[in-house]
C-alpha cells in the first residue's frame, strides 16, 4: 500500500501498512485499481468528444468515482468493485459507439483495453498496478511529485463538479480537461514545466467548477445572508445531515415536512442555514449540532435521531452508532445503511426517517448558544462601502483568511490560538471546516463590521476569492498589495484544488499548514516557495508579526 494524498499520512510520508483514516490496503488497491480504469476510460472518451458522441452520463460517473477515492469518503471495497466494472462497461459501450461513427477500428492504447481478472484478488490487481505507476514515473522524483499534485488536485475538481452537477451546472470543458489531466498521467514525454503547467491548469479549471457550484448554490438556494444559528438542543425527534451536499440537505427537509423531526447540521452543513429558501422553506430546519468531522465519534455516539452522511469526512463507524448512521451518494462504509433511491431516481430518505422516529430525540432542550454563518461574498460586498471605509480610516489594519479543514493533530490548535491572538483591529474570515476550532468565539465588531465572518464550506472558496478579488479592485490594486493574509489549513483533496487554484491566479505569501504535503517533492516545494513564496506555518505569533507588518 501507498498513499500521500492527505494531510495525515503517516509519519509525514506516506500510509504503507494501513491508512491513518482507516482505510485498508485493500480498498486502497481498489481505488488505485479504480483510478487506473478512469486513465484508460479518459482518451476513449476524449476520442468521443472529438465525434460528438454525448459522454453526458459517463462525465457525471467519472466525477462521481473520483470523489469516491478522496480520503474519507468510501471505505466500501464492494462499491469500487462495482465502479470499476461500471468504468468497462462505459468505455467498451464508447469504443463502440466510436467504430460505428468512424466505421474504422481505433488502435487503443494497453491502459484503454485493460481489464482486471474479476475471479482473481481485485486488490493484489490494484497493487501491481499502482507499483508499476511509481516505477513508471518514480525514476523522476520531482515529475512524480505533479503527477500527484495534478491527480489529487483532479480528485478535488471532480468533487465540486459533482456538486455544481446536481444543481444543473455544468461546462463540457471542465470534464474535458479533467480526461486530459488523466490520460497525460499515462505519458512519460511531458517535461516538469509541462507538469508544473498542467497543475496550474487544474487550478483554473477548478477556479470554473467552484464558479458553477457558487452558481448552483446561490442560483437555487439565494444568497447566504448572515444568520444566527442555534447549537443548542430542541425536545423533539430529530435528524442530523453531515457531508457538504446542500440539494440533499434539502431533500431530507422536503421529505421531513409535518413529520415532527428537527433537522440539524453537522459539520460543513453549518454554513447552509445561511440559504434564504432554506430558512424560509422548512420551519423545522433547526440548528447546528458538534463540531469538526474528526470528532463525529463522540458527536455522532451522542445524537439522540438519525445521522445521514451526504459526502466526507467519514470516519470509520463506532458500533454504537452505525445503525442510525445512513451513507448516500460517492460515500461508503461496509455494512452501512446506504439511502436507497426511489421510483423517481432521487433519493428515498424514509430509512432515515423511521430510524429518526423511532429513536428518542431530544428531550430536554439545552441551553441557548448560537453563532452566526452566511458572510458569503453578497453579504460581505453589500457593505463592501463601509469596510472600505473602516480601512481607509485605519478601524480595520489587516483581514485574516484563516480558512481550510480541520483534522485531530494537535498541531491544528495553531490555527485557534492564531485568531485568539489576532488584533482587535484585524477582521477574520474564515471558511471550511477548520473554522471549528474558533467558530464559536465572540471577536465583536468594528464599527457594526464583525470581526469574525464565516464565508461558508471549503465548496465556497469561490466565495472568498471573489471578495477578495472586489476588495482589491475597490482599493485599485492587486489582491496581492491588500492588507491581507491568507493562512490556510489543509486535509484532503479539495483543498488541493484550492490551493492550485490560488497558486493559478497568482497569489503570494500563503502560509500553509499544519504541515506541507508529503506528495511535494523538495524541489517542487522549492519552484513554489520562489515563485509564489508559499511557506509553511510557523507559530502564531511568528506568523502574526510578519502579516502585519506587510501593511
Ligand atoms: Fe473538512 Fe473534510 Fe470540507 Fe474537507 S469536512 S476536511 O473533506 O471537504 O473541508
Ligand atoms: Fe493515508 Fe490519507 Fe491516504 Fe488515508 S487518504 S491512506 S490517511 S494518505
Request: hydrophobic fraction near 40%; aromatic fraction near 10%.
Amino acid at each position: 500500500m501507498f498513499c500521500e494524498q492527505c494531510e495525515q499520512t503517516a509519519s509525514g510520508q506516506g500510509c504503507h501498512q494501513w491508512g491513518a483514516c482507516g482505510k485498508s490496503p485493500e480498498v486502497n488497491a481498489v481505488q488505485d485499481l479504480l483510478i487506473y480504469l478512469l486513465r484508460g476510460l479518459a482518451p476513449v472518451a476524449i476520442r468521443a468528444n472529438q465525434l460528438s458522441i454525448s459522454t453526458q452520463e459517463i462525465d457525471r460517473f467519472t466525477c462521481e468515482a473520483i470523489f469516491a477515492t478522496m480520503t474519507n469518503v468510501n471505505f466500501d471495497q464492494h462499491r469500487f468493485t462495482d465502479y470499476i466494472r461500471r468504468a468497462i462497461a462505459y468505455r467498451e459501450n464508447l469504443k463502440n459507439q466510436i467504430e460505428q461513427a468512424t466505421g474504422a477500428t481505433e488502435n487503443w492504447s494497453t491502459i484503454s483495453c485493460f481489464e482486471p481478472d474479476f475471479e482473481d484478488s481485485l486488490s493484489a490487481q490494484g497493487e501491481d498496478i499502482a507499483l508499476k505507476f511509481i516505477s513508471q514515473s518514480g525514476a523522476n522524483v520531482d515529475i512524480f511529485s505533479l503527477k500527484l499534485t495534478v491527480l489529487y488536485g483532479i480528485k478535488g475538481v471532480a468533487s465540486y463538479a459533482f456538486h455544481a452537477q446536481e444543481m444543473g451546472q455544468e461546462d463540457d470543458r471542465i470534464y474535458q480537461f479533467c480526461y486530459e489531466a488523466l490520460a497525460a498521467l499515462e505519458r512519460q514525454d511531458l517535461t516538469l514545466d509541462d507538469w508544473l503547467k498542467l497543475a496550474l491548469k487544474v487550478g483554473e479549471i477548478n477556479l470554473r467548477t467552484m464558479e458553477l457550484l457558487d452558481a448552483g448554490h446561490t442560483g437555487t438556494f439565494g444568497h447566504p445572508v448572515p444568520t444566527p444559528v442555534p447549537l443548542n438542543a430542541k425536545v423533539g425527534k430529530a435528524i442530523l445531515v453531515s457531508g457538504h451536499d446542500i440539494p440533499q440537505l434539502e431533500a431530507v427537509l422536503k421529505q421531513t415536512m409535518n413529520k415532527g423531526i428537527n433537522v440539524y447540521t453537522h459539520g460543513e452543513l453549518l454554513p447552509a442555514h445561511g440559504y434564504p429558501h432554506l430558512k424560509q422553506n422548512y420551519p423545522h430546519f433547526y440548528g447546528h449540532y458538534g463540531t469538526a468531522w474528526q470528532n463525529q465519534t463522540k458527536d455522532f455516539a451522542k445524537f439522540p435521531g438519525a445521522i445521514i452522511i451526504t459526502t466526507n469526512c467519514l470516519m470509520p463507524p463506532h458500533e454504537n452508532y452505525q445503525n442510525k448512521l445512513f451513507s448516500l451518494g460517492p460515500v461508503g462504509y461496509p455494512g452501512l445503511n446506504s439511502i436507497p433511491n426511489g421510483p423517481d431516481g432521487m433519493p428515498d430518505f424514509s430509512p432515515a426517517i423511521n430510524k429518526a422516529l423511532e429513536l428518542p430525540g431530544f428531550t430536554e432542550a439545552t441551553e441557548p448558544r448560537q453563532v452566526t454563518t452566511g458572510f458569503a461574498r453578497n453579504a460581505v460586498l453589500s457593505v463592501a462601502d463601509r469596510v472600505i471605509e473602516a480601512v481607509k480610516a485605519g478601524q480595520i489594519r489587516h483581514f485574516f483568511l484563516v480558512g481550510g479543514c480541520d483534522g485531530a493533530k494537535p498541531d491544528r490548535n495553531y490555527y485557534t490560538e492564531l485568531v485568539e491572538k489576532v488584533p482587535s483591529d484585524c477582521v477574520v474570515l474564515t471558511l471550511a471546516c477548520g473554522k471549528f476550532r474558533f467558530f464559536d468565539q465572540n471577536l465583536g465588531d468594528i464599527g457594526g463590521i464583525p470581526r469574525l465572518l464565516d464565508v461558508g464550506q471549503c465548496n465556497d472558496a469561490y466565495s472568498a476569492i471573489q471578495i477578495a478579488i472586489a476588495l482589491a479592485n475597490a482599493f485599485n490594486v492587486g489582491v496581492n498589495e491588500l492588507p491581507l493574509s491568507m493562512i490556510l489549513s489543509w486535509y484532503e483533496q479539495k483543498a488541493i484544488a484550492v490551493l492550485l487554484t490560488l497558486l493559478y491566479l497568482g497569489i503570494q505569501d500563503i502560509r500553509l499548514g499544519p504541515t506541507l504535503p508529503a506528495f511535494l517533492s523538495p524541489n517542487v516545494l522549492k519552484l513554489l516557495s520562489d515563485t509564489y513564496h508559499i511557506k509553511p506555518i510557523t507559530t502564531p505569533d511568528e506568523d502574526l508579526a510578519a502579516c502585519l507588518a506587510k501593511v
